[in-house]
């Protein structure tokens, strides 16, 4: 692996790792403050981490998994993209994906909330 395969392979990681991080933290309905708190580390660095700007060391991804609850490979884990699905709900997986890339935080929390309540309409054993 050269250098510029090597660069762009830690920026995936970085980036995959950051999503993953803001998802579990959105989904727990935890704000970046909270996270900072639990974990000691600072609310800018999580925001760094978060936008894949800056890479997490192992003790980082401990810290954070421990907050979560989970093991530090659900952090590392790229998920499947729909969009890329060429099964017939592709074209739906699409737009929901674009739609989801261009939401804010708050927005992310509603729809978050939503998927939720969809949840507890399809399983009642969860009411």
Request: positive net charge; without cysteine.
């Amino acid at each position: 692996m050269n250098k510029k395969q090597a660069r762009r392979a830690k920026t995936r990681i970085d980036t995959t790792v950051g999503i993953n991080i803001k998802n579990e933290r959105i989904a727990r309905d935890m704000t970046r403050d909270e996270l900072a708190v639990i974990t000691d580390l600072s609310v800018s660095h999580l925001g760094l981490i978060e936008r894949g700007e800056r890479g997490a060391t192992l003790v980082t991804l401990e810290k954070i998994s421990r907050a979560f609850d989970i093991s530090i490979d659900n952090l590392l884990k790229e998920k499947v993209n729909f969009a890329q699905d060429e099964g017939a709900n592709s074209t739906y997986f699409k737009k929901v994906s674009t739609l989801i890339t261009d939401l804010s935080e708050r927005e992310l929390k509603f729809l978050t909330y939503v998927i939720k309540g969809l949840e507890k309409l399809r399983n009642p054993r969860f009411i």
